[in-house]
Nanobody, 124 residues
Framework: QVRLAESGGGSVRAGGSLVVSCSSS????????VGWFRQSPGKEREFVAA????????SYAEPAKVRFLITRDNTKDTVSLHMDRLQPEDTGEYTC?????????????????WGQGTQVIVSS
């Protein structure tokens, strides 16, 4: 069973930046497309960004297009979400997921393995 783990969450003031990263328990994340999702209290999980197997194609939800950047480092076997100019509405639990599909899908149903999430809190 593949287990994913997130790191890098924390608290930041509005306008600040954070980087959350995803890794695999068996160090094979490079074999998967990886997506980031987030969920705020009382809200449903929503797609944030995804990157394909090779790291040459990515997709973003509208709120993330101009402020977030997803990258992968296959040498380190990690996928990171770089978040800039964070706003309070970005607050939530950020979870990474791995998909057997090669493309950067924004659909949660395309992902099989999920991490447990890391908390991101943005204050005004």
């Amino acid at each position: 069973q593949v287990r994913l783990a997130e790191s890098g969450g924390g608290s930041v003031r509005a306008g600040g930046s954070l980087v959350v990263s995803c890794s695999s328990s068996i160090h094979n994340l490079r074999n998967y497309a990886v997506g980031w999702f987030r969920q705020s209290p009382g809200k449903e999980r929503e797609f944030v960004a995804a990157i394909n197997w090779f790291g040459d194609s990515a997709s973003y939800a509208e709120p993330a297009k101009v402020r977030f950047l997803i990258t992968r480092d296959n040498t380190k076997d990690t996928v990171s979400l770089h978040m800039d100019r964070l706003q309070p509405e970005d607050t939530g639990e950020y979870t990474c997921a791995a998909s057997w599909r090669g493309g950067p899908s924004g659909r949660s149903t395309d992902y099989y393995y999920w991490g447990q999430g890391t908390q991101v809190i943005v204050s005004s």
